[in-house]
């Protein structure tokens, strides 16, 4: 099946730093990427839509500027938290929506802010 | 809105026996619907989905789901668990692409020896 890398699995950074993370689609070309943000024992919300090319589509309440989203290639789209707080602090998931519909989500990453 | 709600956000079984967890959506028009499942500290593996076909869904790791809309539900089930079937389900509606996919709270599913 298809394969969604997210890197770096585990981050913990000082408070007012940036942190980037990456989402991979490995064997195949996804056009469009989604970004996810999973509280301690809750489930995902959608922060934001990145389409290749294009400036992605954030969900109502999510912070554009703190959250960047960059989609340059179509195999790789980056979530850089900018300026992180404590309260930044949760875990991030990455999907891609290749041919075969549902989606293929990335390991996750954990963030620590400090 | 399309929404779905998880009955149960902790089911605990004895290997071997009948897992069941619930899942009952709410949408406008006919849904897509997913089964996910998260081991802990890691992303999410597709597990099965509907999409208007067979309303019994065969999934991975002897998982399967039955669409039921006059009941508005999709329920899993595995015929007798094994401890490895020990993580969180998340039950998720989709009425058009990945962009409106809607999870549910979750259900976290403990197996006893």
């Given at each position: 099946g298809a394969v969604v890398s997210q890197h770096p699995s585990r981050v913990?950074?000082?408070?007012?730093?940036?942190?980037?993370?990456?989402?991979?689609?490995?064997?195949?070309?996804?056009?469009?990427?989604?970004?996810?943000?999973?509280?301690?024992?809750?489930?995902?919300?959608?922060?934001?839509?990145?389409?290749?090319?294009?400036?992605?589509?954030?969900?109502?309440?999510?912070?554009?500027?703190?959250?960047?989203?960059?989609?340059?290639?179509?195999?790789?789209?980056?979530?850089?938290?900018?300026?992180?707080?404590?309260?930044?602090?949760?875990?991030?998931?990455?999907?891609?929506?290749?041919?075969?519909f549902g989606a293929f989500f990335g390991q996750g990453t954990r963030l620590t802010v400090v | 809105a399309q929404s779905v709600t998880q009955l149960g956000s902790h089911v605990s079984v004895s290997e071997g026996a009948l897992v069941l967890l619930r899942c009952n959506y709410s949408s406008s028009v006919p849904p897509y619907l997913f089964w996910y499942v998260q081991y802990p500290n890691q992303g999410l593996q597709l597990l099965l989905k509907y999409t208007s076909a067979a309303t019994l869904v065969k999934g991975i790791n002897g998982f399967e789901a039955e669409f039921k809309k006059s009941e508005t539900s999709f329920h899993l089930t595995k015929p007798s668990a094994h401890m490895s079937d020990a993580a969180e389900y998340f039950c998720a509606v989709s009425l058009y692409n990945n962009n409106d996919m809607r999870f549910g709270a979750g259900t976290r599913l403990t197996v006893k020896p």
């Open positions: 913990i950074c000082k408070s007012g730093t940036s942190v980037k993370i990456e989402c991979r689609s490995l064997d195949f070309q996804a056009t469009t990427m989604f970004w996810y943000r999973q509280f301690p024992k809750q489930s995902l919300m959608l922060m934001a839509t990145s389409n290749e090319g294009s400036k992605a589509t954030y969900e109502q309440g999510v912070e554009k500027d703190k959250f960047l989203i960059n989609h340059a290639s179509l195999t790789l789209s980056t979530l850089t938290v900018t300026s992180a707080h404590p309260e930044d602090s949760s875990f991030y998931i990455c999907s891609a929506m290749g041919q075969e | -």
